[in-house]
Structure formats: C-alpha cells, structure tokens
C-alpha cells in the first residue's frame, strides 16, 4: 500500500471492527482537547487496547510487529541512538547491521522521524511497530 493511500488509523479500527462511527466521533472530540496522538488517547481512554492497534496497523499496513522474542535487548544500541533522540521520535533501536538499522517505533509511518533518524545515524531505516508499552519498556532498559 503506497503512503499516500495510507488510510487513517480511525478508519482502520473502524473497517477491522474495533470502533463504531460515533465512537470516533466522540474520540476525536475528546482527543483534541489533548496533547496525545489518536491512539495513544483512544487506548487511555480504553476504546482499543495497545495491542489491538498494533495488530490493526500491522496487518492493514503489512508492517512487521515488535515481538520481543525475535528482538532481545542489546544495550550497545543504546549509544547509536541518544536517549534524547529516542524519546523526541518515539524509537528504540533493535538490531544495527552495517548498513540497516532496525527500530521498533509506536508510529512507524512517521517520514519526518525516519529521515531524521537515517540522517543522524547514516544508516538506512527498517521500522517496526510496537505499543507504547514496549517503546517504553525497551526504552528503560536500553538507557
């Protein structure tokens, strides 16, 4: 699926059965008064779990889900990308060969993250999609 017939994470919870139509509604409303991205409010708020989305947003976009079997924590990684860079594009690295870099990253259709991230690290990008449980835990155990 080219990116720019990504369709929006709403419409996909909706087309996979996962929200009605008003329930978005009503989460969009609620997520504007928000700092939050759409699905970090609408697992808050308890419409979707975390892994829910990302076994949506994995499927609909055939993008290869974090699993923490297949990833063990390398904490060398830690210093190819800096914790403030980490945080800033919510991204933890995973595996580093010569010339890919694989990250697991709550939104892994984020371009502006992933050209910053191939711009600091020289390195092209693979991406993979996680909760923000996982970002988080990874995080913590990297830094």
Same mark, same amino acid.
């Given at each position: 699926?080219?990116?720019?017939?990504?369709?929006?994470?709403?419409?996909?919870l909706?087309?996979?059965?996962?929200?009605?139509?008003?329930?978005l509604?009503?989460?969009?409303?609620?997520?504007?008064?928000?700092?939050?991205?759409?699905?970090?409010?609408?697992?808050?708020?308890?419409?979707?779990?975390?892994?829910?989305?990302?076994?949506?947003?994995?499927?609909?976009?055939?993008?290869?889900?974090?699993? =923490?079997?297949?990833? =063990?924590?390398?904490?060398?990684?830690g210093?190819?990308? =800096?914790?403030?860079?980490?945080?800033?594009?919510?991204?933890? =690295?995973?595996?580093?060969?010569?010339?890919?870099?694989?990250v697991?990253?709550?939104?892994?259709?984020?371009?502006?993250?992933?050209?910053?991230?191939?711009?600091?690290?020289?390195?092209?990008?693979?991406?993979?999609?996680?909760?923000?449980?996982?970002?988080?835990?990874?995080?913590?155990?990297?830094?």
């Amino acid at each position: 699926m080219a990116i720019k017939d990504k369709k929006r994470l709403g419409e996909m919870l909706i087309d996979g059965g996962l929200l009605t139509s008003s329930q978005l509604e009503e989460a969009v409303k609620g997520h504007k008064k928000t700092k939050l991205k759409l699905g970090q409010f609408l697992v808050r708020e308890g419409y979707v779990s975390g892994s829910q989305v990302v076994d949506l947003v994995s499927v609909q976009l055939n993008i290869e889900k974090y699993r =923490p079997d297949k990833y =063990p924590i390398d904490i060398e990684l830690g210093k190819v990308i =800096p914790v403030e860079v980490a945080t800033k594009y919510q991204v933890a =690295p995973l595996v580093r060969s010569r010339f890919l870099l694989t990250v697991a990253m709550v939104d892994p259709m984020d371009i502006a993250a992933l050209d910053a991230l191939e711009v600091y690290t020289n390195t092209e990008i693979y991406s993979v999609i996680c909760t923000y449980q996982h970002l988080n835990h990874l995080v913590c155990s990297l830094y």
